[in-house]
């Protein structure tokens, strides 16, 4: 069954029902840290990252990655109620920037506006509701329109190779690498690095690992990396 997850009302009632408590997808900072510092360097010569956080919602991942050396991070989501709720709460924060926009239409960005986007679960969301292949494409393309040359889309997602790799291909030359990490709930700890986070995982165009097994039915998250080439 599909839901409304592409409307601002849907989110609008669901950020208005919810309580004011911070809630984060999938993963939490802390546990994609390593990953964020390998791929987007807080520090570079003469250059700060400049770095795109799409579908924020309410979570306290940007808080946590501002206090981790990242000094320029725009939060966008299509909810006009916990994008005001997020403005005011962070109202003192200087590296924190929180704007109503629909991930679909970024145009009041600029082409190569950013040096990453970090999506934690917006493609998802799109994917399991109305016109699904086609609002994945808009927000996609408009992705790799406003990253720079050689920045990177980190997606954090539930979705298998076999699907995902397929979609992130559809129309864009990406380079892509592809880290696993496990899931757990939270209030769980980490069941254990199964998986050394900042490993690619080799894997064949089909999406199985190289040796062939099928990366399918894993209690993991996947992490795709996507470089503009």
Not at 116 to 135: E, F, Q, Y
Request: hydrophobic share 35%; charged share 25%; proline share 4%.
């Amino acid at each position: 069954m599909t839901q409304a997850y592409g409307e601002a009302w849907y989110w609008d009632k669901r950020y208005a029902e919810e309580s004011t408590a911070t809630f984060d997808w999938y993963q939490k900072y802390e546990s994609l840290s390593p990953l964020l510092h390998l791929y987007i360097p807080t520090t570079t010569t003469n250059h700060h990252r400049r770095i795109l956080v799409v579908g924020c919602g309410n979570s306290a991942f940007s808080e946590s990655m501002s206090k981790n050396g990242y000094t320029d991070i725009v939060n966008i989501d299509i909810s006009s109620v916990v994008i005001e709720a997020m403005q005011k709460k962070y109202s003192g924060s200087p590296h924190l920037k929180y704007i109503e926009m629909d991930v679909r239409d970024m145009k009041a960005f600029e082409n190569g506006s950013f040096d990453a986007v970090i999506d934690k679960g917006t493609l998802d969301s799109l994917m399991c509701g109305h016109n699904s292949k086609p609002n994945a494409a808009k927000m996609l393309d408009e992705i790799e329109r406003v990253l720079k040359k050689g920045g990177v889309y980190i997606l954090i997602t539930y979705g298998i190779p076999s699907y995902r790799l397929r979609l992130l291909r559809e129309s864009h030359s990406w380079s892509i690498k592809l880290h696993l990490i496990d899931k757990y709930l939270p209030g769980e700890s980490s069941k254990g690095e199964t998986w050394e986070l900042t490993r690619p995982v080799p894997i064949n165009s089909d999406g199985n690992l190289k040796e062939g097994s099928p990366l399918e039915n894993m209690d993991v998250h996947y992490i795709y990396v996507c470089t503009k080439v």
